[in-house]
Nanobody, 127 residues
Framework: QMQLVESGGGLVQAGGSLRLSCAAS????????LGWFRQASGREREFVAV??????????AYADSVKGRFTVSRDNAKNTAYLQMDNLKPEDTAVYYC??????????????????WGQGTQVTVSS
């Protein structure tokens, strides 16, 4: 049973940066796709970014809204994934979740493709 714990959220001004971390335990971290999703107040959860497992060559994919501003990465030796968020905008305000897919190694973007989820970390961007 894999467990995921996010950290690194907080309050930042528009144009600033944050780096989220997702620490994993209890699973085969290197082979799993790791995704980031977010949910703003009153809205449905949406895909943000994903990095594939080793078998996929760690391919990445991003939502159009964050492309060029966010960077997803992973350190398999530390069982940790990261989401570097630069040039943050107020519309990036949301609870951010990391998720792991034990069934897919590629850059999957749909919630149902993920088996394990973290508890979420709040990111608030002030204007």
């Amino acid at each position: 049973q894999m467990q995921l714990v996010e950290s690194g959220g907080g309050l930042v001004q528009a144009g600033g940066s944050l780096r989220l971390s997702c620490a994993a335990s209890g699973g085969t971290f290197g082979s799993d796709a790791l995704g980031w999703f977010r949910q703003a107040s009153g809205r449905e959860r949406e895909f943000v970014a994903v990095i594939g497992g080793n078998w996929s060559g760690r391919t990445t994919a991003y939502a159009d809204s964050v492309k060029g501003r966010f960077t997803v990465s992973r350190d398999n030796a530390k069982n940790t994934a990261y989401l570097q968020m630069d040039n943050l905008k107020p519309e990036d305000t949301a609870v951010y979740y990391c998720a792991a897919s034990t069934q897919y190694a590629g850059a999957v973007k749909l919630e149902w493709q993920y088996d394990y989820w973290g508890q979420g970390t709040q990111v608030t961007v002030s204007s």
